[in-house]
């Protein structure tokens, strides 16, 4: 991880960057719902995914969304700040022993109008198997300082 002062208008349009993989484990389905309290059987009861289409345990989606986005997070910006995520979309199922990476890419800019000198730069989220199969999407969006505002 470092740091990287990168100003509204110095984000480029198309730019991408990927992580490296992960491989998900037992551990990580049992550790999310832990945390979250989700304990549907669709995760957690290897013997009643026998009898569903998928046929085996499916990570939650909210947790590959987490360790997707923990795998951007190699960069720390101190002129940007999340300001949140939209069109999260779960795509393919993901199940233990899948490795999964991120691909991100900036895909617009706007001028905030709420915040005097701050601009919004919009970076797609793709978290994909290692089948080269994309599995869930979302669009990031970032609140930056403009350089001219510094």
């Not at 549907?40 to 998928?54: G, L, N, R, Y």
């Not at 700040?81 to 999964?100: A, K, L, N, Q």
């Not at 900036?106 to 701050?118: H, V, W």
């Amino acid at each position: 991880m470092h740091m990287q002062t990168t100003y509204f208008e110095e984000y480029e349009i198309g730019s991408s960057r990927q992580s490296f993989g992960r491989t998900i484990t037992e551990t990580d389905f049992v550790v999310h719902a832990g945390h979250t309290g989700d304990f549907f059987p669709h995760h957690m009861d290897a013997e009643f995914c026998k009898t569903q289409d998928f046929g085996q345990r499916i990570a939650h989606g909210t947790m590959v969304f987490s360790i997707g986005v923990g795998m951007t997070a190699d960069v720390i910006n101190p002129v940007a700040f999340s300001y949140g995520y939209e069109r999260m979309r779960f795509i393919r199922p993901v199940h233990i022993g899948d490795t999964i990476h991120a691909r991100t890419m900036i895909a617009r800019k706007e001028i905030d109008q709420k915040r005097e000198g701050m601009g919004q730069v919009f970076e797609t989220l793709e978290v994909i198997n290692q089948d080269e199969k994309i599995v869930l999407f979302a669009e990031h969006i970032y609140l930056v300082k403009m350089k001219d505002s510094a």
